[in-house]
C-alpha cells in the first residue's frame, strides 16, 4: 500500500482539470455546469492514487477542501460503467438529508438517489432501484441484520466523516459495519472521507487503502487566542479589537460584522446558546438590512406563532427577527431547518451553538469563537475538550467563494492562559483516534447481529469477521479474545445464543427479534424477564420498563425535584416492574432510577394530550428532545410487543400495541379511531370527540357542513374525511352519493376500519 501526504500548500505544478480524468464525459459537462472545471491540490492527490481504478482511499483534509466531489466523482463513474450501486454512510440523519439534497443533482444524468435512516425493523426493499443509496450507519447495519439481498449488488462504499470511529456511541457501528460489508462483498471499493487527524495512516491500513492527507484549504485559516481586545495568531500575527461594548464576546463578534462576515460562537450547553444569543441580539440587529428583518421576521413567525408554542420556540423567535439564532439538539427538526437556511442566505449573521453543529450540517462562517472551552457531565465533572472536537470546529471558519481567510478563536482571561490555549489547541495535533469496539454493549450488540444474521457460525468466523474491524488492529489478541469471550457469555446465559456440542452458535427465536429489532441484547432480556413474570400491565409501569433500557434517552432529575419524584415513586410502587435500587447502597442507580421515572411521566402526559409547550416548560427539556423521546419509546413499545410474542407472554401484547399506537399520535385510547386518518391529528382528533363524532361511522354519517363546523376542521379537512371514507364530494364540497341507511353497510369505510383494527392486533 502506497501513503501520499500531503502538508501545507504543494509545490507549483500544472492544475489538473476535469478533462484529465479518465471519466465519462457526461460527468464532466455536469461538473461545468455547475461551475466546477479545476481540482483543489488535495482532489489532484487524490486522483492520482489509482482510485478511479478502484483502489481504496482515504482522504484526511480540511472541510470545505473538495472531499465529497472526490467521492461523488467515483461513484458515478463505478455506476455509469456498470459496477455496481454506490452506498454513501453517513453518521447523522442531518448529513444524509443534506447529501440527499445535493445528489440529485445527477437525476440528469439519469441517475436515481434514495434516502433511509429509520425503520430499522425493514429491509429497505424500496431502496434497491436507487444508484445512490445513502444511509446511517444504523441503518445500515440494520439492513444488513435483514440480510438484504441488494447489498451484493454495490460496488462502491463512501464512509464520511470515517473518523467518527473514535465516537464511543457510533464508532462501534461504523467498524462493524464496514467489516461485514468486506465479508459481504468481496473486493468492494471504499473512499473514506475524514477530518485530518493524527492518526490517518492506521485508518488506511485497516482499510487496505491509499492515503491522502493535507492541512490545505481553499479559504486560509488563522487559529488564534484573544486577550484584552487583542487576538494573538499562530502564525506570530496580532489583530486589536476595538472595545466599544460592555461585553468582550460581542466585541469580537460585530468586528467581523463590520466587514460584512457572518460568525458562529460555540458555547459548552444549551442554556448558554439561548442567554448568549439574546445578549447579541441588539448589537447585532444593526447590521442587517430591512429587507432582510422583514424575511426574518417572516420567518420568525412560522417558528413563534400560535398561542401553544413553547416558550423556547417564541425566545428563538424573537432573536431570529434581529439577526441572531441560536442552535442545540433540543430544537425541533423544523427549527433547526430554519436556522440554517437563514444562516446560508446569509440573513441570519450569527448562530450560538453547541458543538453538535461542528460534527453536522456544512455551515461555515468568516469567524468562529470558542467560548468554552471545558464541559461539564455528572458523572465526569468538569474537563477539557478534546483538541480533534476543537479542530473540528475551528474548521468551519472561512465560506468558500464568499470569504478571503477564516478565523478560529479562542478567549483568554490572563497571559498564562493564553500560551496554554495556543500551545495545547491551536499549535497542537488532534489525538489519535482509537476503536470503541472494546465497550461490552456494543461488542455483544454486533456479535449477536453476526451470529443471527448467520454471518458467522461459531468462534473461528467471528474471529474473523472481528481481524476486519480497526479495533482488531488497535488491540493485543488477548485482549480480543477476552472481550469477545465475556460477549458471548453474556449472550449464552441470557439466552439469546446457543451453542451446540460441535460448537456451532445459533441464535434462539430472542436474539433472531432482538437483533433484527435493533436493540441492545440487555433490553431483549429486559423485557422478557419483566413481561413474562407479570400477569397485568399499568401503563407507568410499561412507560418505566422502556425508560430502564439503554436504548432510550432520559431526562435529568434536579436537586429541586428529587422529593417530588421519590413522593410519585412510594405511591406507584406497585406499577412498576423494576424495583428500585437503595439510594444508600448506590447513589448513581438511584438517580438514574428517578430520571426513568421521569421519563417515564413525561410520556405519560403525551399519552394524557398534554401540549408541547406545556411538557417542555414543566420537565424542563426542549421540543427536539420529546419528539426524540417519543420516537425512541414508540419503537421500544413496538419492541416490547414483539419481544412478549416470541416469548410466549402474548397476553401482554395487545396493551403494548395499543401503548405503541398511542405514542405515536400522542392521544388518549378513544381517540385512536379518529386520528388514524389523514389530516387529523391529537387536536383535531379531540374536538371532533367533545362534538359527539367519536368513531368514523359517526363521520359517515353526518354531513360535511356540521364536521366542517367543529373547531379547527373546516370545509378542506372535512372534504378530506369524507373521501377517506369512501364519500366522493364534487367541486362545490356536496356529496355526490348518499351515505347508506344501513349501520351495517359502509361501503369502501369497512376496509378503513378494518386495516385500523388490524393494526392493534
Not at 189 to 210: H, M, R, Y
Not at 633 to 657: F, K, M, N, Q
Request: charged share 25%; proline share 4%.
Amino acid at each position: 500500500m502506497n501513503t501520499e501526504v500531503t502538508t501545507g500548500v504543494p509545490m507549483t505544478r500544472k492544475k489538473k482539470t476535469l478533462e484529465s480524468l479518465p471519466i465519462n464525459r457526461k460527468i464532466i459537462d455536469l461538473l461545468h455546469s455547475f461551475g466546477i472545471s479545476k481540482l483543489f491540490p488535495p482532489q489532484e492527490h487524490a486522483f492520482e492514487t489509482g482510485v478511479l481504478e478502484g483502489k481504496n482511499l482515504v482522504l484526511a483534509i480540511p472541510t470545505s477542501s473538495g472531499k465529497t466531489l472526490v467521492a461523488e466523482i467515483c461513484m458515478l463513474k463505478t455506476i455509469l460503467e456498470g459496477k455496481g450501486k454506490a452506498l454513501y454512510l453517513v453518521p447523522l440523519r442531518s448529513l444524509a438529508h443534506e447529501k440527499y439534497v445535493e445528489f440529485k443533482k445527477y437525476e440528469q444524468l439519469g441517475i436515481t438517489t434514495a434516502m433511509s435512516v429509520g425503520d430499522y425493523d425493514s429491509p429497505g426493499t424500496r431502496l434497491r432501484e436507487a444508484d445512490i443509496v445513502i444511509l446511517t450507519t444504523e441503518r445500515a447495519d440494520s439492513l444488513i441484520r435483514h440480510g438484504t439481498n441488494w447489498l451484493s449488488e454495490i460496488g462502491i462504499i463512501t464512509v464520511d466523516e470515517v473518523h467518527l470511529v473514535n465516537d464511543p456511541s457510533r464508532g462501534p457501528t461504523v467498524e462493524m459495519v464496514l467489516a461485514k460489508l468486506l465479508q459481504i462483498i468481496p473486493g468492494i471499493q471504499i473512499v473514506a472521507l475524514s477530518a485530518t487527524i493524527s492518526n490517518a495512516g492506521e485508518i488506511a491500513d485497516w482499510l487496505d487503502a491509499e492515503l491522502v492527507k493535507s492541512d490545505w484549504r481553499p479559504v486560509p485559516l488563522r487559529e488564534g487566542v484573544l486577550l484584552d481586545g487583542t487576538i494573538l495568531f499562530n502564525d506570530g500575527s496580532t489583530r486589536g479589537i476595538k472595545r466599544a461594548r460592555r461585553e468582550e464576546l460581542t466585541d469580537l463578534v460585530c468586528d467581523i460584522l463590520d466587514e460584512e462576515g457572518q460568525v458562529l460562537v460555540f458555547v459548552s450547553s444549551r442554556r448558554s446558546t439561548v442567554s448568549v444569543a439574546k445578549k447579541l441580539a441588539s448589537s447585532v440587529r444593526p447590521y442587517v438590512a430591512k429587507d432582510t428583518l422583514t424575511e426574518l421576521s417572516r420567518v420568525a413567525r412560522r417558528i413563534g406563532g400560535g398561542e401553544s408554542v413553547p416558550e423556547s420556540s417564541k425566545t428563538l423567535a424573537r432573536v431570529m427577527s434581529m439577526g441572531v439564532a441560536f442552535h442545540h439538539a433540543g430544537l425541533a427538526n423544523r427549527e433547526r431547518t430554519h436556522v440554517e437556511e437563514c444562516f446560508k442566505k446569509d440573513q441570519l449573521k450569527v448562530i450560538v451553538a453547541t458543538p453538535t453543529l461542528a460534527a453536522g450540517v456544512n455551515l461555515p462562517a468568516r469567524r468562529v469563537i470558542l467560548r468554552d472551552y471545558h464541559r461539564f457531565e455528572k458523572n465526569r465533572g468538569r474537563y477539557t475538550i478534546p483538541i480533534l472536537e476543537y479542530k473540528q470546529m475551528a474548521g468551519r471558519a472561512g465560506r468558500p467563494k464568499y470569504d478571503k481567510y477564516g478565523e478560529a478563536i479562542l478567549i483568554a482571561k490572563t497571559e498564562q492562559e493564553q500560551e496554554s490555549l495556543m500551545g495545547h489547541y491551536v499549535l497542537s495535533e488532534p489525538e489519535s483516534i482509537t476503536s470503541k469496539l472494546a465497550s461490552p454493549s456494543a461488542l455483544r450488540s454486533h456479535l449477536l447481529a453476526s451470529v443471527a444474521a448467520e454471518m458467522t457460525h461459531n468462534r473461528d468466523e467471528i474471529d474473523d469477521l472481528i481481524n476486519g474491524t480497526f479495533f482488531s488492529s488497535q488491540f493485543e489478541g488477548w485482549e480480543i479474545e477476552d472481550h469477545i469471550s465475556a460477549a458471548l457469555s453474556f449472550l449464552e446465559n441470557g439466552g439469546l445464543l446457543e451453542c451446540n456440542e460441535n460448537g456451532t452458535l445459533v441464535a434462539t427465536p430472542l436474539g433472531q427479534r432482538a437483533s433484527k429489532l435493533y436493540i441492545d441484547p440487555y433490553t431483549a432480556i429486559l423485557f422478557r424477564d419483566a413481561l413474562s413474570e407479570s400477569q397485568t400491565l399499568s401503563s407507568i409501569g410499561v412507560l418505566h420498563l422502556i425508560c430502564h433500557t439503554p436504548d432510550q434517552p432520559t431526562t435529568y432529575v434536579a436537586r429541586s425535584e428529587i422529593e417530588d419524584y421519590e413522593y410519585y415513586l412510594e405511591g406507584h410502587l406497585d406499577d412498576f416492574l423494576i424495583d428500585p435500587p437503595d439510594s444508600w447502597e448506590d447513589g448513581d442507580a438511584y438517580s438514574s432510577f428517578l430520571a426513568q421515572v421521569k421519563t417515564a411521566r413525561m410520556l405519560q402526559d403525551w399519552l394524557s394530550e398534554r401540549s408541547e409547550r406545556d411538557i417542555t416548560e414543566d420537565y424542563s427539556v426542549g421540543v427536539g428532545d420529546v419528539r426524540r423521546y417519543i420516537q425512541t419509546a414508540g419503537w421500544l413499545l413496538y419492541s416490547a410487543s414483539e419481544i412478549a410474542r416470541v416469548t410466549g407472554a402474548t397476553h401482554h401484547v395487545p396493551i403494548l400495541h395499543t401503548l405503541h399506537s398511542r405514542m405515536k399520535y400522542g392521544v388518549r385510547q378513544e381517540l385512536l379511531e379518529l386520528v388514524t386518518l389523514r389530516g387529523v391529528g391529537r387536536i383535531r382528533g379531540r374536538m371532533l370527540y367533545t362534538h359527539g363524532l367519536r368513531a368514523m361511522a359517526d363521520l359517515y354519517h353526518t354531513s360535511l357542513e356540521e364536521i366542517a363546523r367543529v373547531p379547527t376542521i373546516g370545509t378542506g379537512v372535512a372534504t378530506s374525511i369524507k373521501k377517506q371514507l369512501g364519500i366522493e364530494v364534487d367541486t362545490m364540497g356536496q356529496p355526490t352519493q348518499a351515505p347508506s341507511d344501513n349501520e351495517g353497510d359502509l361501503g369502501p369505510m369497512q376496509t378503513l376500519l378494518e386495516d385500523f383494527k388490524s393494526s392493534d392486533d
